[in-house]
């Protein structure tokens, strides 16, 4: 077993800062936290690679689901489980599931008006998700075609709370100022809901030509 252990160590230690680093760290997690944090830095890997090529990501190339489903590929490959379109009191866009009865969900939407916003976190929030321990948090992806990402994802940061009187707002991750977090009680279990609010800047106007 040290032997494995070892072998274990140096492996991530090979792999740091990468996706793989993070899907080891979610296949040996001892706890749901651990496991959330392994998704939430996969999925930051995975829309940095989709933003790296945005050009070849354009609206009138791509959508939602294909979008989504490159996000999935991704999140499978770094060694977690993701499913697309999931039945999990309905279809889900992006469906994580592992021991201890663990489920992590995500909604996924292309930057329009914010209405069209609000449908993917009601999704999310009152149809896909249980609200239980362990299946307490989700992702809003919203896809931005547009330019100043950040703008929009604060513009929508305030129609969330206008929308939403019972939800309340945070900022995101340190460092990462394309994100925000909300909490609200779960209809279903009465507990505390909690979404990320994620935004993929794929605006790409060149203007060297």
């Not at 989709?50 to 050009?55: A, F, P, S």
């Not at 791509?62 to 697309?84: F, N, P, R």
Request: aromatic letters at 8%; a neutral charge.
């Amino acid at each position: 077993m040290t032997a494995e252990l070892d072998a274990l160590a140096v492996l991530r230690a090979k792999v740091a800062g990468t996706e793989m680093e993070s899907g080891i760290d979610f296949l040996m997690a001892q706890d749901h936290d651990a496991r959330l944090r392994s998704v939430r830095k996969c999925v930051d890997f995975a829309c940095n690679k989709l933003v790296k090529h945005r050009e070849k990501k354009q609206k009138k190339d791509e959508d939602e689901d294909s979008l989504t489903i490159q996000v999935c590929d991704m999140l499978t490959h770094s060694g977690i489980k993701a499913t697309h379109n999931a039945s999990v009191g309905g279809h889900c866009d992006i469906v994580v599931e592992e021991r201890d009865d663990f489920l992590w969900l995500a909604e996924a939407k292309i930057h329009s008006k914010y209405s069209w916003l609000d449908k993917g976190f009601q999704q999310l929030s009152t149809r896909y998700s249980t609200g239980n321990p362990g299946q307490d948090n989700g992702d809003v992806l919203i896809y931005c075609f547009v330019k100043d990402a950040v703008e929009k994802l604060s513009k929508w940061r305030k129609a969330l709370e206008d929308k939403n009187p019972n939800v309340t707002t945070s900022e995101g991750e340190v460092g990462n100022p394309l994100t925000f977090e909300s909490t609200h009680k779960h209809e279903c279990s009465g507990l505390n809901f909690h979404v990320r609010h994620k935004v993929v800047s794929l605006y790409w106007r060149p203007k060297d030509k």
